[in-house]
Every structure is written in C-alpha cells, then in structure tokens.
C-alpha cells in the first residue's frame, strides 16, 4: 500500500470513498437522502480547486492501482475561504438558506473526512492514513490535527485515542453534535 497526495484523475474514485465518511451532512447540505446526488455533489468539488473538499487537499490509499482509502485534510484557518464555493453553491442549487457551522478554525490542520474502501475495511488502512497524518503534520511539521467525531461511532472514537488524539470540546455542524478531538506536538 502507498499512501500520496490525490490527483484531479482520483476525483471519482475519492468521492463514494469520503461519502462513506459524511454521507448524512452532505444530505443536510442537499436536503435530500438521495446517495447519487450527493455522490455527484462531492465529485464535483474533489474534481475542482480551491474549495475544502478538493482533490488539492486529499490523501489517498492505493493498492494495486485503485484507491482503497482517502482522507481530505486542510488549514482551518482556511475553512471560510474553502468552505464559500461549498456554500454559494448549496445556496444556488439546493438550498438557498444554507448556512453550516464552522467545524474547524485557526490553530489546526483538519481532518475533514476519512474513508476506507468497503472491500478494504477492518485491515488497518485508516490507522495507516491516520498514522501518516500524525507522521507528516505533527511530527515532521509541528502542526496541531483536529477532527470531529460522531457519538455513535465508538469504534473510530477510540481508533482515534488509541493513536493519540484526546477530546477538546463539542462542535456542532449541520445541526449535529460532534466531539472535537485533537492531537498536538509533544
């Protein structure tokens, strides 16, 4: 497996990858539960620049020429400026009263969404993301890594404290609580 940074060619095989991970806050963006919508949605910012779900942001997983796991990772200073192209377009097309919570801010790299592959999961390859993560901004660059989680998913909760992260708080996006967890340098 070779973790690198995603290319534009990735954007369709990221997108039902990272859905995985947000599938229910991409439906409140859209105001509807319909899986290809939101799949198409996501695709389209992967595939574009200078916007927080775009390929410039990702990492990816790959085994054998196909992308088993992706992670969008960002500065969240940078998240109103990444987040407007999001934003004007839910506003033109879906909803023209959106206006999410600020998820991140200044002060950590964000871990925005991480996905495994169904085929690929239970082997590791989102400790392997998350390890390189940790690896590459905290260690190497002194970075602090944030990420929110749900209260239902014990299991990435404690993936996520097992590796080092520890809980900071609660943020609320799209109406939903989360706990915001970090991991800072030593």
Do not use: W
């Not at 806050?25 to 775009?54: H, P, T």
């Not at 993936?159 to 706990?179: A, D, H, M, P």
């Amino acid at each position: 497996m070779n973790i690198r940074k995603a290319k534009i060619s990735d954007s369709e095989q990221i997108a039902p990858i990272l859905l995985l991970a947000m599938e229910d806050i991409i439906y409140k963006f859209i105001k509807k539960d319909d899986y290809a919508v939101a799949k198409n949605f996501l695709q389209y910012f992967i595939g574009k620049e200078n916007n927080q779900y775009s390929y410039q942001n990702c990492f990816v997983a790959e085994a054998d020429n196909e992308i088993i796991g992706a992670v969008d990772i960002y500065n969240g200073a940078d998240l109103k400026a990444l987040r407007n192209p999001i934003i004007e377009y839910v506003r033109t097309h879906f909803n023209p009263e959106f206006d999410p919570e600020l998820e991140t801010k200044a002060g950590e790299f964000y871990i925005d969404s991480l996905g495994v592959n169904p085929k690929h999961q239970g082997k590791g390859i989102g400790s392997k993301l998350l390890t390189f993560l940790i690896e590459e901004f905290v260690a190497k660059n002194n970075q602090t890594l944030g990420l929110l989680v749900e209260e239902d998913n014990p299991n990435a909760k404690k993936l996520y404290l097992n590796l080092g992260f520890q809980s900071v708080g609660e943020k609320t996006l799209v109406g939903k609580t989360l706990e915001h967890l970090q991991i800072s340098p030593k």
